[in-house]
């Protein structure tokens, strides 16, 4: 039997914050209905910053503007008979402008809702994972970096390396 593979799960998040709420989403989940920002994986042959923008629009239909990195988050689920599931999350705080109303949101997302802090607080058991909260009170304690904090480099198709 091949042993498992192991290997990180590569997450972004957008934190938006307009007149003291923050946007984020409601959506299914194994465990349930559970909040978290607008976020989801890394695709292939993306940069952190447009997954970002991707994902948000995805599950918003807000269009986002990130402004800086707040920070980079682990965490580890265990799996009983596996490794576990690591997920490394870049979480970046931005704007966003008017929703496309036409735009169909992901299908496992309810709805988007803006709460402010001490709501959120007050519902843990609803959060996707710890880091929900994790990201927002960075946010407050104003954790900022800037947005080429992370560099991108690809291989082009004759070896050369490329920055972004």
Known sequence: MKPETW????????IVERDGRFLMVEE??????????PAG???????????ALRETL?????????DALVGMYMTHFDRV????????RFAYCGSVGEPDASRALDPDIVRTVWMNADELRACPERHRTPLVMQCIDDYLAGRRFPLDFVHTHSVGPKGAAQRQ
């Open 28 to 37: 299914h989940t194994s465990a349930g209905l559970r909040l978290n920002q």
């Open 7 to 14: 290997a990180p799960h590569v997450t972004v998040a957008a």
């Open 41 to 51: 994986h890394l695709d292939a042959g993306e940069t952190l910053l447009e997954a």
């Open 81 to 88: 008979g596996s490794a576990g599931d690591t997920y490394l």
């Open 58 to 66: 995805e599950e918003t239909a807000y269009p986002f503007t990130p």
